[in-house]
């Protein structure tokens, strides 16, 4: 009897829909989401890569004896599960119809319909790659009965089947040699015949309720993959970072270099660190809607994992912005933690170098003005660096809008409000004397102690959108407290930021969520539509106007032991507005062609 070797047991279900969407709010957001990213893919790239190829005469050899207990092996790096044949028709034809495209999930269903004759179309796919003395040995797991009527359907694909005194079976797949073994109901698949003895003896314990809460989900465990592999990851993109470097010239190649090199210092942290990252993607047919869902965990213990254990929902100040009424809203309300500062201050710094250095080579600009523009950003840089040494992130903005009316205001933490008007009084005084420099005017009124300031400007006629929008002249208040700032775009929108000033009064208990961001697209339609008429955006109202949700994309992102995990959720009326800008689309390519496509 084949050898167990997952001896770790494989995680619940409810934690395989942990999602990973890194920081979403945190001041290095953009490189680790990019960083973790590239180190999952390059992982999994390594799978996909083929191990050594057998001749015939070995791929028709016996197995040697005792090979699967000679093989160094681990549990799976990644795991790959398909849903079931029945899930995904139903949930393509859902999917095709929301679009407006019916005619693809026929087209779909015909197709599976002609390909999985034989599978029980009930259950999933998956796809383990566990490492085989440090080689990637991907093991497919089908879902049938009986593997041979299946493969008979497939003989004009693959020729006939060759069957092993064991009752292994062999088929040639192109230039590949394809080992097959019934095990219950299912066809367990490998390139290398041993590497068959190392398939889990119930598939569906392993890879179905991945399988049935997912249309396609990836499991990629870092931790199973060998210090030396990791280690020659990391090499291989240094040797590339350093590549690069060594081509970069110019005023400017000392401060890229550094900011580049502070990058790779947190890429190696992340790829070193990382435990495990998951990713599932569903079209959900039952909820009329697209959920994707992932998670990311560090190595409990490192440096990584305590920047996820301090941070942490906290009372927040503006969860005022969270409203059903909303066309769109941005709320996060976090701890910080101290090493997430660190990161954040080299990277800052790097970004301030590369930015003085590129406006040094500004034709545009004299060299005083450039030290004095230099000396804006670095004050900004400090008092976003000094804010996030308080230990907390504390953000909201807000959207509202209906036929002919939008307002827009937004209010943060912040941990010199006086810094921040004395920065916008500074930039207004750097302005003075040029052409088309907006108006500033200061400390026009206070309100619940926070101190109210304008910024206008004039439109160019030959603007006619923003004209549309704004009028004549646009203009921004804002409003600056002891520990905060606020912004109103518009004067419509001053009584809404009066309302978060009044909300940051009394702070929001702490609940589950980091960050929550959610669209609604129809009321944004419906404005639209009024400030100037569209048939693309008639049509979407259309559409929408028949859906179950205002055209809903919602991301939440919440804490996790070790980790992070978040979830974003595509409504129906989203999918049905997208079909309604396509048919809109189709209609005016007809009849530009003549009734044709």
């Keep these: 009897m084949a050898r167990r070797l997952y001896r770790r047991r494989f ?5 395989s829909k942990d999602v990973f969407v890194r920081r979403l709010f945190a001041p290095n957001l953009s490189f680790r989401s990019v960083a973790l990213a590239a180190a999952m893919l390059a992982t999994t790239a390594a799978t996909l890569l083929p191990g050594n190829s057998l001749s015939a005469q070995d791929a028709l050899a016996p197995a040697p004896s005792g090979s699967a207990d000679a093989a160094a092996t681990t549990e799976p790096v990644v795991i790959v599960t398909l849903g079931s044949v029945n899930q995904l028709t139903q949930d393509f034809n859902y999917l095709s119809g929301a679009l407006g495209q019916p005619q693809f999930g026929g087209m779909f269903a015909m197709m599976a319909g002609t390909f999985t004759q034989g599978v029980d179309t009930s259950q999933p796919v998956g796809v383990l790659v566990p490492l085989v003395d440090g080689t990637p040995e991907p093991i497919a797991l089908v879902p049938t009965a009986d593997v041979k009527t299946v493969l008979k359907r497939l003989e004009a694909q693959t020729g006939p089947a060759d069957e092993l005194d064991d009752g292994t079976l062999v088929v040639a797949v192109g230039a590949n040699t394809i080992f097959i073994r019934q095990v219950g109901n299912w066809a367990v698949l490998a390139r290398n ?12 314990a392993v890879i179905s309720q991945m399988g049935s809460d997912y249309d396609l ?34 005023d400017d190649a000392e401060a890229a270099r550094q900011y580049a090199q502070n990058s790779m210092a947190q890429l190696e942290q ?11 993607i569903d079209v959900d047919a039952t909820g009329r809607r697209i959920v994707i869902d992932g998670s990311f965990t560090a190595i409990p213990g490192t440096k990584l994992a305590q920047i996820y254990a301090d941070q942490k929902p906290i009372p927040s100040a503006y969860a005022t912005v969270v409203r059903d009424d909303a066309a769109a809203y941005v709320h996060a309300a976090a701890s910080v933690s101290q090493e997430t500062v660190e ?5 800052i710094k790097g970004a301030v170098e590369m930015a003085s250095k590129a406006l040094g080579q500004s034709d545009e600009l004299s060299e005083s003005e450039v030290g004095e523009v230099t000396e804006v950003i670095n004050r900004i840089a400090d008092l976003i660096l000094e804010s996030y040494e308080e230990g907390k992130l504390d953000a909201g903005a807000l959207l509202l809008t209906d036929a002919g009316s939008m307002k827009f205001a937004f209010g943060s933490f912040i941990a010199d409000g006086a810094e921040a008007a004395s920065i916008v009084k500074d930039i207004a005084n750097k302005l003075q004397g040029h052409q088309d420099a907006p108006r500033f005017e200061f400390d026009r009124d206070t309100y619940r102690g926070v101190t109210m300031h304008l910024i206008e400007a ?24 002891e520990k905060s700032v606020y912004v109103a775009l518009g004067d419509q ?16 208990a702490a609940g589950d969520d980091l960050a929550r961001i959610e669209l609604n697209l129809m009321p944004i339609l419906q404005y639209a539509q009024s400030v100037e008429s569209n048939d693309a955006i008639a049509s979407m109202i259309d559409a929408l106007s028949r859906a179950d949700d205002a055209g809903t994309l919602r991301i939440v992102s919440k804490a996790i032991d070790n980790g992070q995990r978040s979830r974003i959720v595509l409504g129906d009326g989203l999918l049905r507005a997208i079909g309604g800008a396509v048919r809109e689309a189709q209609m005016k390519k007809m009849q530009q062609n003549n009734g044709q496509f």
């Design 193 to 204: 015949r041993s590497v068959l003895d190392q398939a889990p003896a119930d598939p569906s």
């Design 11 to 15: 995680r619940s279900v409810k934690n």
């Design 217 to 250: 989900a990836i499991r990629l465990d870092m931790q199973q993959i060998p210090a030396p592999i990791l280690d020659a990851l990391i090499a291989q993109l240094r040797q590339g970072f350093d590549q690069a470097m060594a081509r970069q010239g110019g």
């Design 270 to 280: 992340v790829i070193s660190q990382t435990d495990d990252l998951m990713i599932g």
């Design 458 to 481: 004039d439109v160019p006629a030959e603007e006619d959108e923003v004209r549309k929008i704004f009028g004549d002249t646009v203009r921004v208040h804002v409003g600056t407290g």
């Design 343 to 347: 990161q954040a201050r080299g990277s």
């Design 493 to 508: 929108s001053v009584d809404l930021m009066k309302e978060m000033i009044d909300g940051a009064a009394t702070p929001v």
